[in-house]
């Protein structure tokens, strides 16, 4: 009965990020232009690691003449798609040469000013009467712990989530970012084989909520449990074991950057220096200045 009522609440937390997928895909057919409104939808699948970029100038972003430096809001890359991710077509143009698609995706359901997009060469076509998604499939706690930790001192990239970088991209654009690291949803994305939600904005409401406001750091640490989330809307730390959470930080002004180890309490006295516990964050991040943070269990034992 417990693990029933566990995996209800699971379910139950996803609908809005499975809401948006359906609302972003209606969006997409409500925007085709005038004339093409019986056209046939269009698909594509990612026959290895795709990088998705919210704009459509591949050969400048990978081309050796642009630092992708988040630090300094040069933020191209949304994601890298796992090879299997179904894409829908929803446009298509060429730079610089490069045959570029605009896309929707409901592994990532995110809205957007720009719109995403992906170099053409990193999908394959696929019929509308043959297109399946990604199966997901999350592994064991043990790979899940042995994958975080293969990620430690990967450097932290901004939309990165394949820790040794997307081959094809080396190949095709030799002088560019390789993608070679994670940013702190992408350390998680990886490690459950894309299971999880991609973003923060979506983990703050992921699985079930920990109890934790008016606790202390102490009283924090011993409730929580392996691969519980402490997360707010923009990071989150990912508890490893009873003493430590690991985690990838952009490392702004001078500090640490990467993928590292944290002692866990010491870690939660740190944070809660300047950010208070929330049982809620979509009803107490206000209130508390923006500055809150909620524990979220996801992960069934």
């Given amino acids: ?26 969006a997409a057919d409500a925007a085709k232009e005038p004339g093409a409104a019986n056209a046939p939808a269009r ?9 998705v970029l919210n704009t459509p100038a591949f050969g400048k972003v ?27 077509i929803e446009g298509e143009e060429t730079d ?7 896309v929707s995706s409901n592994d990532y359901p995110y809205r957007s000013k720009t719109g995403y997009y ?14 399946q998604e990604r199966p997901r499939a999350l592994p064991g706690l043990a790979e899940v712990q042995k994958r975080l930790l293969a990620a430690l001192g990967k450097p932290y990239v901004w939309g990165g989530n394949v820790k040794d970088g997307a081959p094809l991209l080396r190949e095709l654009y030799p002088q560019g970012d390789p993608l070679a690291g994670v940013d702190c949803s992408g350390l998680l994305y990886q490690a459950t084989d894309g299971f999880t939600p991609r973003n923060t904005s979506t983990l703050t409401g992921f699985g ?40 990838s ?35 107490g991040a206000k209130g508390a200045g923006g500055k809150g943070f909620v524990v979220r269990r996801w992960f069934a034992r």
């Fill in 118 to 131: 992906v170099d053409a060469r990193f999908l394959k076509p696929v019929s509308a009467g043959a297109r």
């Fill in 43 to 51: 698909y594509a699948v990612a026959i290895t690691a795709a990088p």
């Fill in 249 to 283: 930080v952009m490392g702004c002004e001078g500090g640490v950057s990467g993928v590292r180890l944290t002692p866990l309490r010491d870690g939660l006295r740190r944070l809660m220096k300047h950010r208070q516990p929330l049982d809620d964050y979509a009803k």
């Fill in 96 to 102: 610089g040469g490069i045959d570029v698609y605009r």
């Fill in 208 to 247: 079930t909520a920990l109890p934790v406001a008016g606790l202390s750091a102490e009283r924090i640490a011993q409730k929580l449990q392996p691969l519980d989330l402490i997360v707010w809307s923009g990071h989150v730390m990912i508890v490893l074991d009873r003493d430590s959470f690991i985690e």
């Fill in 1 to 26: 009965m417990i693990m029933k009522k566990f995996v209800l609440a699971l379910v139950i937390s996803l609908l809005p990020w499975l809401l948006g997928a359906a609302e972003q895909s209606a």
């Fill in 62 to 88: 990978f081309g050796g003449t642009v630092t992708l430096d988040p630090c300094r809001q040069v933020r191209p890359i949304e994601f890298v798609a796992l090879p299997g991710t179904l894409f829908r």
